[in-house]
């Protein structure tokens, strides 16, 4: 299966990155930046009153978002973006700088539905250093784990869930102290998960410093997407699909590990931890996208292709690529395909969607991204361009 006239998955990105990358720079040269200020993951450690850190919490964490953020670099450099990645906040020391933040109740009185309780009492610990979290991206790493060694039993009751947008956002992940990259090639020490069972200490690895990853794309605006199938037999699984639990698994030899698509890496060019400029940050985005044409069966019997047009209003921020997810109904967004296409100079954009599923009704949402770094969606579930169509066994689709 090929995309963008008759390219390979390796072949595709590359020149559409390219053409992205001459629009949004052509619009920073013509709208210069007026805050100049550096953009930075705020990481916190929050830890219950009746708990200590971890131990080596701060040297642990270091590994696991150094090495994550390698994998992102690594995956944009692939793209055809070059090695942009989370920009990460380092001490003297070379470590992370981290917010300690001791909570004012026991481990007890908190539950995993606690996430925004628990950000309430990072916002007023940070204030105190001068930053609001309200506008910055966090990461909060709650010390929340049971972890005993002698039965090499783990169990955790952490919030985990994140989101955000350019603007702001916040992760909430679990820490533990058998939490450490250094350990994802590890396959004969097993260790109980209480999600999980019976598992090796590379596989919680796996998915933990996967989710830890997974749940920071959300954080910075990504949503939900799957591999293809023509990808997923080069690169794995998607990091923003099911590729947060395969993670590193490679290290192992149990698969091909976890990759960025291309859509998450067209959003991510734009967010400012990855562009490294403020610019207009806070602008909003506003374009009609117009003359919206759905053929089915084009270019083939399985395959829908879509065209339209970008109505950009005066003064907004260039769409520079639009999104086409097509998302099966049921198992959330996790299992939504995507395509891509970079707008020409006249705004019209064509879109070939041709990885859908048999039998399944589905919506195929259009998403607009803006040079600033906003979006016309940044949970990929919504879209004021949304159309409804259904796949019969034959692999057809048909609108609704």
Known sequence: MAHAAGLSPREEPGSKAAHALEIIHAWRVENPAKDHSRRILH?????????????????????????????????MKRLGFGPQTINLDFGDDQLLRIHLVRAPNRHANYKASDGEIIREECKLALRQDGIDIDRETILIFCNMSNWDPAKRIITQNSPYTAGGSQLKGCAWQVDSPILDPDLLGEKGFMVRDGQYGNISLGRYNSIFIGGVAHEMGHALGLPHNCERKDEHEIFGAA???????????????????AFLTLATGLRLTTHPLFSGTN?????????????????????????????????????????????????????????????????????TFTLCCDEIQLGKTASLRLIALYANGDATSHTGATSPYSFSYSVGKDGKPRLK
């Open 279 to 347: 610019q207009s940050r806070e602008a909003r985005g506003n374009t009609t996208i117009t003359d919206i044409r759905i053929e089915t069966g084009v270019p083939s019997a399985t395959a829908m292709t879509v065209t339209g047009k970008v109505q950009l209003a005066p003064g907004a921020p260039p769409v520079y690529a639009v999104l086409a997810y097509c998302d099966p109904d049921g198992g959330g967004d996790y299992d939504a395909t995507t395509a891509t296409a970079i707008p020409d100079a006249g705004g």
């Open 239 to 257: 990091l923003m699909g099911k590729g947060g639990h395969s993670y590193g698994e490679e290290s192992r030899g149990e698969g091909k590990g």
């Open 43 to 75: 990481i916190i450690y929050w830890t219950p009153s009746d708990r200590k850190p971890a131990p080596e919490y701060r040297q642990r964490l270091t590994r696991t978002m150094t090495h994550i953020q390698a994998f992102y670099a690594r995956e």
